[in-house]
């Protein structure tokens, strides 16, 4: 269901889905947190269909 992935500048991103908001169906959900827990950012991607999200790495961007 979902992937935690530590980001390089401290903090992690957290991967999964919800039905809460966003286009329909299943969608995939993203939300940032810095490393005292504190959201920074949320996104949310999908269509009308269900949508999912695999377990994913981060690559630095230099």
Do not use: H, M, Q
Not at 22 to 35: R, W
Request: glycine share 16%.
């Amino acid at each position: 269901c979902c992937s935690v992935i530590e980001t390089t500048g401290g903090g992690y991103v957290l991967a999964g889905w919800t039905r809460s908001f966003g286009s329909g169906g299943k969608d995939v959900y993203l939300l940032k947190i810095d490393v005292n827990g504190d959201i920074v950012w949320t996104r949310t991607y999908g269509g009308v269909n269900d949508d999912s999200v695999i377990p994913t790495k981060i690559k630095p961007v230099s």
